[in-house]
């Protein structure tokens, strides 16, 4: 009986150590991803002019959104309401976006994006006159947002969440 008892107290300290490391590489894992992680605000349909709750991040980047937005991916000449910009999340997106009143170099910026997406064809490209800042990207669930352009750092994002969004589409 005493066999079992220090047999079983083993086993158990055994996955306790496993649950612990891998708790450790997940956590180490993720404080190496660019951007900043946002709770996730769920994935309602609501109609475009539908009241929501506050997002929890500028630009959002989950929640409730439209799902009738029927826009190509690609350079957005105009501002993409929130909800809609959501529903691009979903799908695995990325959106790049920039501040028009702060932005000194958009043929640069162009000029990446189309590199990016020519590889990766869930982008958008879009100015946002609600941003704090010159350019933010957002992912499922994640935004990084800065003033200097930084295309390592664009690159970099786009490569760790792209088509990472919960409802995968062929596209």
Known sequence: MRKKITLWCAVILIILVV??????IVQQYNKNLPGIEFTNQGREHITLDEAHPEYNSNPPTSGWHSSDWEKDWGIQVDYVEEQYQIHNLE???IIVHYQPDKITNLS???????ELQSKNK?????PNPKLDTTYALTAW???DAFDQYDAERIKTFT???YNKGP???IE
């Open 91 to 93: 799908h695995g997106g």
């Open 108 to 114: 640069e910026l162009e000029s990446l994006f189309t």
């Open 141 to 143: 669930t994640r935004l």
């Open 159 to 161: 490569q760790a969440f």
């Open 122 to 126: 869930k982008m958008l490209l879009m």
């Open 19 to 24: 649950i612990g490391i891998t708790a450790y």
């Open 167 to 169: 409802e995968k589409t």
